[in-house]
């Protein structure tokens, strides 16, 4: 580091406008959450209810939709549920490195 004060404090200036946009996107994602959650009950709700009889229908007359397959859905879902443990345990070990 500069051993110069104002070098430093201009340093930490471009440091803090970076940590007011880390800050301004965490909180998008904090409160993007429920949104995203409300969507994956969505599916969960559809898969678990009318998902198979709507899939084989549409399996006879020939339409294949990704949704239509088991995988696709139970990846994302996988996919979400991982993601968000990562975030957790992110956050985590955040804190406890005080």
Do not use: H
């Not at 500069?2 to 409160?31: F, G, H, P, T």
């Not at 229908?57 to 996919?79: A, F, K, S, W």
């Amino acid at each position: 580091m500069s051993e110069n004060a104002k070098d430093r404090m201009l340093s930490a200036q471009e440091i803090y406008e970076e940590v007011k946009k880390d800050n301004a996107e965490l909180n998008a994602m904090l409160n993007a959450f429920p949104e995203k959650f409300a969507r994956m009950k969505q599916l969960l709700s559809y898969y678990e209810s009318d998902w198979m009889e709507d899939m084989e229908t549409l399996d006879r007359q020939g339409v294949n939709i990704e949704v239509m397959g088991q995988d696709p859905i139970y990846e994302e879902i996988q996919e979400q549920y991982q993601t968000i443990k990562k975030i957790l345990l992110t956050c985590a070990e955040y804190i406890n490195r005080s």
